[in-house]
């Protein structure tokens, strides 16, 4: 009676509209009250605990960052670089934000954030180049995608905390497929260029090219900061966060100047008021978790699927096909939250990889996130290009089949994901 329950309630509230978080934790609320012997008071105890998790630190840090960069104009050099490296190309300044997401997404770990602080700069500078604008809006919304991917990324580091995996492994293993995924949008724009004759800027000067990257080169060594100072031992995937934290506001105060120290709040409380958002909806669906967990939900379904017999295949199909629905209605970190506890052991008695399965997730999670009705990226775009919501779903869509056929490849190519993270010996 509780399982049912739990869903019953969960899809009830989803149903009369009340926000899939509040959905989530109304449903694992009632049915501890309901079903379990836990105290009331005892229920806010567990909500508190299911969230308290260091690795889940790392999470206000890395929006934090993100935030500093964004308003410090770290953005901006960014995709300055990007041009001066890529815009002479046909189609360059399309190809130039794809690179700029990818350096962006390096430094935020946040898909929206990417859209947002490269959208808002690189789709306006395509229109006034004569590209159409619906053709920059699909770019950017589907380029803004590398931000759960590229390490570091929020998801990964709520993937590692909901499985207990290594979040440095996890970071090493998105570095392969993020790359991967980046230049095959680029190969993409410049076919379709060619085939359009969309402009080309003029090449840059070597001059102009090492003072772009000079300019940029403070945004830049923030991922070596980040990755190489949790994959030397130096700190954990969360003091790294801590410090590319501090580190985004000296450069943005001290360096680039772009901020004054009287904005420093602004900014502060506005990064805090998306880290509440997003802790909220994980708290709470870490409490909807812990109580599948605790009927032994994941146990019975490893069972049952075991003794189906089902091949790694065709699991990992079923799995993509769950993830793909899932993600067009419901936001990324409460789909791991919720699913991973279930998939894990299943992954692990078929002999896949857990950091495997969570590359797997993410890149489905980076296409729940331009799939409607929920794609967060699409409102996001939306509101950096002033398009309506079903005029840039149309720009996105064309984008779809090529990262369908990038999930087949890292689904069934786990050397993709795995190879670095072996080579690098983690």
Not at 120 to 135: C, E, L, Q, T
Not at 265 to 276: A, F, N, T, Y
Request: one cysteine or more; proline letters at 6%; charged letters at 10%.
């Amino acid at each position: 009676m509780t399982i049912p329950f739990l869903f019953l309630a969960l899809f009830v509230l989803m149903f009369l509209g009340v926000p899939i978080a509040v959905s989530l934790g109304v449903a694992g609320s009632l049915t501890i009250i309901l079903f379990s012997p836990d105290s009331v008071s005892g229920l806010a105890v567990k909500l508190f605990e299911t969230s308290e998790h260091y690795t889940l630190l790392a999470i206000p840090f890395f929006l934090l960052a993100g935030a500093f960069m964004t308003t410090g104009g770290v953005a901006r050099r960014l995709i300055d670089f990007a041009n001066a490296s890529v815009g002479h190309i046909r189609g360059g300044l399309a190809i130039g934000a794809v690179m700029a997401c990818m350096l962006f997404a390096a430094l935020s770990g946040s898909s929206p954030a990417t859209v947002a602080a490269v959208g808002s700069i690189a789709i306006a500078g395509m229109v006034r180049s004569g590209y159409p604008k619906a053709f920059g809006a699909g770019i950017v919304c589907n380029a803004g995608t590398l931000g759960i991917l590229i390490p570091p990324s929020i998801v990964m580091v709520v993937y590692a905390a909901a499985t207990e995996q290594s979040v440095g492994k996890l970071f090493m293993a998105g570095v392969v497929p993020g790359l991967m995924l980046g230049v095959a949008l680029m190969a993409a724009i410049y076919i379709i260029a060619v085939k359009k004759n969309l402009p080309a800027m003029p090449r840059a000067s070597v001059r102009q090219w090492l003072s772009a990257a000079h300019k940029a080169l403070w945004g830049l060594l923030l991922m070596v900061i980040i990755l190489g100072g949790i994959y030397s031992g130096m700190f954990t995937p969360t003091e790294a966060a801590a410090v590319a934290a501090v580190y985004a506001w000296f450069v943005a105060v001290f360096v680039y100047k772009d901020m004054t120290l009287r904005e420093c709040p602004k900014v502060i409380l506005e990064s805090g008021k998306l880290s509440i958002m997003l802790m909220f909806i994980i708290a709470n669906a870490m409490l909807f978790a812990h109580v599948l967990t605790t009927e032994q939900i994941p146990q019975a379904i490893t069972a049952w699927v075991t003794a189906m017999e089902l091949s790694p295949w065709m699991f990992l199909l079923a799995v993509n096909i769950m993830l793909l629905i899932a993600g067009a209605f419901m936001e990324p970190s409460a789909i791991i939250l919720i699913l991973a506890p279930i998939l894990f052991p299943i992954a692990i008695q078929l002999g896949i990889d857990p950091i495997h399965l969570g590359i797997i997730m993410v890149v489905n999670m980076e296409i729940g996130l331009i799939t409607p009705p929920v794609g967060l990226n699409l409102f996001v775009t939306s509101a950096v290009t002033g398009m309506p919501v079903g005029s840039v779903i149309r720009a996105a869509m064309p984008w779809l089949m090529l990262l369908l056929f990038f999930l087949a490849i890292i689904t069934y190519v786990p050397a993709i994901s795995l190879a670095l993270p072996e080579w690098l010996g983690m």
